[in-house]
């Protein structure tokens, strides 16, 4: 039987008397790309924090690539690649010498930091800005090389936490045609987005509300079962079932804030 890339069960977290995520199950197979999706607050990026060994479970259990969330977490922090939504990259160095820092951090060895660099400076597209600043990029060329900094140590699971919020729709598209040539390459993808035609090209999702995973499918059977042809009237199903008037809230927001980043 197939190991599963991530499994949960049970996960709890709390903040003082605020509980954050409240007992989620979540199996993630390996391979593909598995979208975890719910509004802001729902507890995507603190299970994520929690798979990534960034923080401590309040309760409950997991495992990554088979293994312990906790005890083997730096086990587990060597075998994946996290990009958060504000990726640190050093402006005052160029691409190299940001990638060169990475491969310090992962300590690569010194014969295969070269093969891994102009891996990474190929599958981004970055070679000829290699002597570039960073800080004169573009947000969509930053996002780019924080991916590469993410996959210079070639991890078995990549975890994208609203990899592309502020970036413009062509780079968003050139960023995730990127991410499905990885996959392809056998890296098992988690990934948060609040664009609802980004989690349409995954193979499965799980949406998450108030701490809770309320459903989990593949893509295509969650539109199935709701009876739509796209998971953005999903998603509203879910949201308004579990709480309608936060729903409300959070979803205004969310689509003023796309407007924003599409001005």
Not at 14 to 22: L, R, Y
Not at 63 to 73: D, K, N, T
Not at 173 to 191: C, D, N, P, S
């Amino acid at each position: 039987m197939m190991e599963n890339a991530i499994e949960l069960v049970g996960l709890k977290k709390s903040f003082g008397e605020i509980e954050a995520v409240k007992g989620i199950d979540l199996i993630v197979p390996k391979g593909g790309i598995y979208g975890l999706i719910g509004p802001n607050g729902a507890g995507k990026s603190t299970t994520i924090k929690m798979i990534c060994g960034v923080l401590e479970p309040s309760g409950g259990e997991g495992r990554v690539l088979g293994l312990e969330m906790g005890a083997e977490s730096e086990k587990i922090k060597e075998k994946i690649g996290y990009m958060s939504q504000k990726f640190s990259l050093y402006e005052d160095l160029t691409v190299s010498e940001n990638i060169e820092f990475y491969s310090e951090i992962y300590t690569i060895d010194l014969e295969k930091k070269k093969e891994r660099t102009d891996e990474v400076l190929r599958i981004s597209g970055l070679g000829d800005r290699k002597h570039q600043l960073v800080g004169n990029l573009s947000g969509g060329w930053k996002q780019k090389l924080a991916l590469s900094c993410c996959l210079i140590h070639k991890p078995e699971i990549l975890i994208l936490d609203e990899p592309t919020a502020g970036v413009d729709p062509v780079s968003r598209r050139l960023f995730w045609k990127m991410i499905y040539e990885i996959v392809e390459e056998g890296i098992t993808v988690l990934a948060t987005t609040h664009y609802m035609d980004e989690a349409e090209g995954f193979d499965s999702a799980a949406f998450i509300m108030d701490g809770r995973i309320i459903a989990a499918d593949t893509t295509e059977a969650l539109m199935k079962k709701n009876n739509v042809d796209n998971l953005e009237d999903v998603f509203i199903k879910y949201a308004i079932d579990s709480d309608e008037e936060t729903f409300e809230k959070e979803y205004k927001m969310m689509k003023r804030r796309i407007s924003d980043e599409m001005a």
